[in-house]
């Protein structure tokens, strides 16, 4: 994104090079992989974002989530990340640091992000959501 080379020259300024991956656009289908092979996932948006699939699945692996605090980000985070201002590549670097440097955190993170998520936005929670919805205005 529009940040993306000042957010490779942090990574580098910080020597986060062997922990921090920018991934850029990544075909959906190899998004298991990832998520299972990081520590933890970011999700930053410019935009007043209402929901995120991808932050979502991130959180339904049990992943730790960083995410800018922004439109309806902090409703589905909801406690299950840190979140940070937008535009703040500083508070950002320090989040990941913090993560890097703190596997029990990591953990527990993501056990509640995988909980928040499943237990919000499984694919039976949204068919028993629109039964209901269903039921009422028929």
């Known amino acids: 994104g529009a940040k993306g080379e000042e957010t490779k020259q942090l990574v580098k300024e910080l020597a986060l090079e062997k922990n921090v991956h920018l991934m850029g ?64 590549i500083q508070a950002l670097a320090n989040e990941m640091n913090q993560l890097i440097e703190n596997p029990t955190l990591r953990k527990e993170l993501g056990e509640k992000a995988r909980k928040i998520a499943l237990e919000r936005f499984s694919l039976q929670k949204t068919v028993d959501e629109l039964e209901e919805l269903y039921s009422k205005i028929q």
């Open 25 to 88: 656009l990544v075909n959906y289908s190899e998004t298991p992989q990832i998520y299972n092979s990081s520590e933890f996932l970011v999700h930053v948006f410019t935009y007043d974002a209402t929901t995120s699939s991808s932050l979502i699945d991130s959180m339904a692996v049990g992943k730790a989530i960083i995410a800018t605090s922004i439109g309806e980000i902090p409703n589905i985070v909801n406690g299950a990340g840190v979140l940070i201002p937008e535009n703040n």
